[in-house]
């Protein structure tokens, strides 16, 4: 069984940046590929951000490119997600996930593996 916690999130202003953080624990020569999403207060969950098991491809929303930086850490066992000059749309509750696959995918279907969420709002 493998357990995603992400961490990070908070209370931010417009134009801050904050770096969350999403650590594997139990069966992690399971994890490959992880990925991030984020579900805004009544809509839908979403991909943001995607990276491979070695970190070497990474993909983004077109919504978030240029903004948002996935990296990750094996030695770890932590993904991170950077997020810089935060906007009020950004405001969401912010999910890892995991499969086994090395390529992630910007499907959420493809997913079994997810961690609880950390909310992060951003004021003006």
């Known amino acids: 069984q493998v357990t995603l916690v992400e961490s990070g999130g908070g209370l931010v202003q417009a134009g801050e940046s904050l770096r969350l953080s999403c650590t594997v624990s139990?069966?992690?020569?399971?994890?490959?590929?992880m990925a991030w999403f984020r579900q805004a207060p009544g809509k839908g969950r979403e991909f943001v951000s995607g990276?491979?098991?070695?970190?070497?491809?990474?993909d983004y929303a077109d919504s978030v490119r240029g903004r948002f930086f996935v990296s990750r850490d094996n030695a770890k066992y932590t993904a991170y997600l950077q997020i810089v000059s935060l906007k009020l749309e950004d405001t969401a509750v912010y999910y890892c996930?995991?499969?086994?696959?090395?390529?992630?995918?910007?499907?959420?279907?493809?997913?079994?593996?997810w961690g609880q969420g950390t909310q992060v709002t951003v004021s003006s």
């Open positions: 996930a995991s499969h086994a696959r090395d390529y992630p995918s910007r499907s959420k279907q493809d997913y079994k593996t």
């Open positions: 990276i491979s098991g070695r970190g070497r491809y990474t």
């Open positions: 139990g069966y992690t020569d399971s994890v490959a590929a």
